[in-house]
């Protein structure tokens, strides 16, 4: 479940609980470990979007069948062969 909350008021909060300094270090360090994790995702989301954009959606096809067309590919004249997208 989402929630939106004032992060001044957050940040109250968390005072106002009278933690330790080696507790607030240890709370912000999760935090700080959490948010590089989502950063990451979003990054990865990012990328994919921008495959997804270039070349239709990756997400179907299986990483075999692309290796085995690449190796294919190399193995043949074609790979030299500019194909159009919307050839067939």
Do not use: C, Y
């Amino acid at each position: 479940m989402d929630a939106i909350i004032n992060i001044g008021s957050f940040l109250d909060f968390v005072n106002s609980m009278s933690l330790s300094p080696s507790n607030k270090r240890w709370l912000g360090e999760q935090l700080i470990h959490e948010a590089k994790e989502e950063e990451a995702k979003l990054k990865s989301q990012k990328k994919l979007s921008l495959l997804d954009g270039l070349a239709g959606s990756w997400a179907d096809v299986d990483i075999d069948v692309v290796k085995q067309s690449i190796q294919e590919g190399r193995q043949t004249d074609d790979i030299h062969k500019i194909v159009s997208f919307d050839e067939e």
